[in-house]
């Protein structure tokens, strides 16, 4: 079984869908609630093991309850939590999201507090086939892409905002989202800010851009898979299962662009559920999705 090894945050989230996104100071009533673990890389992680993939996940949590919702939900979607490091008397992160019939989701994070700065407990990890990490706390993110690096496997980085450039300098594989390469580079056009980096960044580079699809670099120029057309009922989790999609098949050998195709079906069929990850597809799901559609 492909192995990959995925660092970053792991929280809980309060997922609450309501009729439009607040705008005012009173009560408000959600139409439908759910419970669910989120974080880019606890999603990544849950995301490759509903497609057939092992997870070892590495992240910070505090030793309080909330730390026990999200340890006991990864163990029981099959996601190896031996390297989450959970901090003496340190506060868990959660989020308070809102989503609205188009989809659409508004995010209040608390990032927790009390936590560990160092990543000294990240040593002793077993054999990977890749190794996927967020961008949301640097020490882990430069960590772990400079495992990859050393282990000769592919070294995946969610690319949001703010991008630190020093931590991705070993990277093989940097998916930005929009919003991160927007801010990296001042560039509206993703186009153009994703030529711009060329230069600067030896990885190989792609955006995300939601129902848009992904541009990507390829033999220096620019190329365009576009994504697929659903019903959308939540868009929460969507980019991190296209990140933990992307990094399995990378690390089961598929070319970039297979890749992307793979990552673009389990992200839309994701985004036709409610309740953040708990949407995240299947192996069998996503392949006839893809067949279909081609």
Not at 63 to 70: M, S
Not at 177 to 196: D, I, M, P, R
Not at 241 to 256: K, V
Request: with cysteine; proline share 3%; hydrophobic share 40%.
């Amino acid at each position: 079984m492909t192995n990959i090894l995925v660092a970053g945050v792991a929280v809980l989230d309060f997922v609450f869908s309501v009729d439009s996104l607040p705008t005012r100071f009173e009560k408000y009533r959600a139409g439908d609630a759910a419970i669910v673990g989120g974080g880019c890389a606890a999603n990544a992680a849950v995301a490759i093991t509903r497609l057939g993939g092992s997870a070892l996940l590495a992240a910070r949590l505090g030793d309080d309850h909330l730390a026990d919702i999200i340890l006991s939900e990864l163990r029981n979607e099959n996601v190896n939590t031996d390297f989450v490091f959970q901090t003496p008397n340190g506060r868990s992160s959660f989020s308070s999201v809102y989503v609205d019939p188009n989809g659409e989701r508004q995010i209040m994070n608390f990032r927790g507090s009390g936590l560990e700065q160092k990543v000294h407990w990240l040593n002793a990890i077993p054999h990977t086939d890749a190794i996927l990490t967020d961008n949301r706390w640097s020490p882990i993110t430069a960590k772990a892409v400079d495992m990859a690096c050393k282990r000769d496997v592919p070294g995946i980085v969610d690319g949001e905002d703010p991008v630190d450039l020093d931590a991705l300098a070993n990277a093989s594989h940097i998916a930005f989202s929009k919003q991160g390469l927007e801010a990296l580079t001042g560039e509206s056009n993703l186009v153009v800010g994703l030529s711009s980096l060329t230069t600067k960044l030896h990885s190989w580079m792609c955006v995300t851009d939601g129902p848009n699809g992904v541009y990507f670099v390829e033999n220096g120029r620019v190329e365009h898979i576009p994504g697929f057309s659903v019903e959308v009922k939540d868009t929460l989790g969507a980019g991190d299962i296209w990140h933990g999609a992307f990094a399995l098949r990378l690390a089961e050998g598929a070319q970039e662009s297979d890749a992307i195709q793979f990552a673009n079906a389990a992200a839309s069929l994701k985004c036709t559920q409610f309740g953040g990850r708990a949407g995240s597809p299947n192996r069998i799901a996503t392949e006839i999705f893809l067949k279909e559609r081609r």
